[in-house]
């Protein structure tokens, strides 16, 4: 299962590589930069995925006290934590031209670097605890608080005056974007969220064996 | 250490972080920029501000010798004439968004430090160009980036 999930999604990045530099037409304001958006707007996307799920894993915990609920958690958390630092920083390389800068305070940039500060401290959190149970139900209360901070990165750019552009995807207004790029990020959303779907399992049955040393 | 001591100290960290981004981000990100109907409402010189509106087409004068760039920026209701040292973002035009970070001068200008181009949420292909394959278009702008490097 999860090697056909690793092929799937090796397959998918390629038809997203293929789609973003072969297919899609570059932006007419913008131009070759506007490529970077690809895997930015995927990265957060599937951050979003993954946190929603550290929500999901937390509830779950806090709820039943099952051990699975907190090992999907855990794993959904690191892996967030990854693509939400790739998002930052194929921003920062997209921001420099252009805006004219690697980085500034408004309300989107500042929310998603809590937002990944956050999860950092969520799983320091884990490792600095040395009793599991008690270490996952700290974690679990963080995560359950953390998912607050996903809604306000997303509609930061409609709720207050950023400097950063609003949404095209998953927004009230109608998309402004034409056919062949939306369908360029639609392929590489994709993608991603394979190879969030591949770490995933990776990580989960990575956790199982760490549990197993530990029993 | 104890195992508790540990975990005040690093929690106690993260949460100092975390009081103090969200404190900065509430006083200055909130609002990003001040738009030139509010700067001219109450301006006061030579505080700091961050300014964002359109650049009013027309306005813009570049002296490349000098490196002098003067142009207006707008809200539709008020404009602000603006002054710059050095050469701005590439996707900074006559008709497009700007914000600039600088101050209020006496002499009735806005002075600027710093030029932000601001983007839109539109993305389409260049006009005309729609049915050119992505490719053709970024072997294009290599090629001509690479003739651009030997001149």
């Not at chain 1, 901070?149 to 709720?159: D, G, M, Q, R, T």
């Not at chain 1, 034409?178 to 993608?191: D, E, F, K, Q, R």
């Amino acid at each position: 299962m999860t090697r056909w999930l690793g092929w799937l999604a090796a397959l998918a990045l390629v038809a997203g590589l293929l789609m973003g530099f072969g297919y899609a037409p570059k932006d007419a304001v913008q131009g070759n930069v506007q490529r970077i958006m690809y895997i930015h707007v995927p990265s957060i996307l599937t951050a979003y995925l993954a946190f929603a799920l550290v929500l999901v894993g937390s509830l779950g915990f806090l709820f039943s006290r099952r051990t699975a609920w907190d090992r999907l958690a855990h794993a959904a958390g690191e892996i967030g934590v990854i693509f939400t630092g790739l998002t930052l920083v194929s921003g920062s390389i997209w921001g420099k031209p252009t805006w004219g800068t690697w980085w500034t305070w408004d309300a989107r940039l500042t929310s998603t670097a809590i937002l990944f500060l956050i999860y950092v401290g969520y799983l320091l959190l884990r490792s600095m605890v040395e009793d599991r149970e008690q270490g996952a139900r700290y974690a679990a209360v963080v995560g359950l608080v953390g998912a607050v901070n996903i809604p306000i990165v997303h509609f930061s750019v409609l709720w207050w005056r950023t400097l950063h552009q609003p949404p095209t995807l998953l927004t009230p207004e109608r998309a402004t974007i034409s056919p062949s790029i939306a369908s360029a990020l639609l392929v590489n959303w994709v993608a991603f969220t394979l190879l969030f779907a591949y770490f995933l399992s990776k990580r989960l049955s990575l956790r199982r064996l760490e549990e197993e040393l530990h029993a | 250490m104890t195992r508790k001591a540990k975990f005040l100290l690093g929690g106690g960290m993260i949460l100092a972080a975390l009081a103090y981004l969200i404190y900065s981000g509430v006083s200055q990100s909130m609002v990003f920029f001040v738009t030139p109907s509010e700067l001219q409402a109450q301006p006061v010189p030579g505080k700091a501000y961050r300014l964002g509106g359109m650049v009013v087409p027309g306005s813009l004068r570049w002296q490349p010798g000098s490196l002098d760039l003067s142009f207006t920026l707008s809200d539709g209701k008020a404009s602000v004439p603006v002054r710059h040292k050095g050469t701005p973002p590439d996707l900074f035009a006559e008709g497009r968004g700007a914000v600039v970070e600088g101050t209020w001068t006496r002499e009735g200008y806005f002075k600027s430090s710093l030029i932000l181009a601001k983007h839109s949420e539109e993305y389409k292909a260049p006009h005309g160009d729609e049915a050119q394959a992505g490719y053709r278009e970024l072997l294009k702008t290599l090629k001509d980036q690479a003739a651009d490097g030997k001149r």
